[in-house]
């Protein structure tokens, strides 16, 4: 078993920055592929990003390709989050993920963190 913890949610205007990290827990969480899905207001939960166990491969949903970028610090169970010059269609409760690669990961992961809020103010 997985656990997965977020922080580093908010409210933030638009155009500005946050950092959310996920600390994972139990297993062997290090060889796990990790990532984000989110969850905008009345919406359908979507893909943000993934990372592979070692970080050698990445990928962002078109929607914040260019603007938020994953990363991971094995060391520290740790991934991250930066999400830069965010707009209000970025206002969602933000989940922390993990499967056994980034592709299970992408269909249905099998481990979730509780989730944290980020609301962008426009």
């Known amino acids: 078993q997985v656990q997965l913890v977020e922080s580093g949610g908010g409210l933030v205007q638009a155009g500005g920055s946050v950092t959310l990290s996920c600390a994972a827990s139990?297993?062997?969480?290090?060889?796990?592929?990790m990532g984000w899905f989110r969850q905008p207001p009345g919406k359908e939960r979507e893909f943000v990003a993934a990372i592979s166990w070692n970080a050698r491969a990445t990928v962002h949903a078109d929607s914040v390709k260019g603007r938020f970028t994953i990363s991971r610090d094995n060391a520290k169970n740790t991934v991250y989050l930066q999400m830069n010059s965010l707009k209000p269609e970025d206002t969602a409760i933000y989940y922390c993920?993990?499967?056994?690669?980034?592709?299970?990961?992408?269909?249905?992961?099998?481990?979730w963190g509780q989730g944290t809020q980020v609301a962008v103010s426009s």
């Open positions: 139990g297993g062997t969480s290090s060889s796990y592929a």
């Open positions: 993920v993990a499967d056994q690669t980034t592709t299970a990961l992408r269909r249905m992961p099998d481990y």
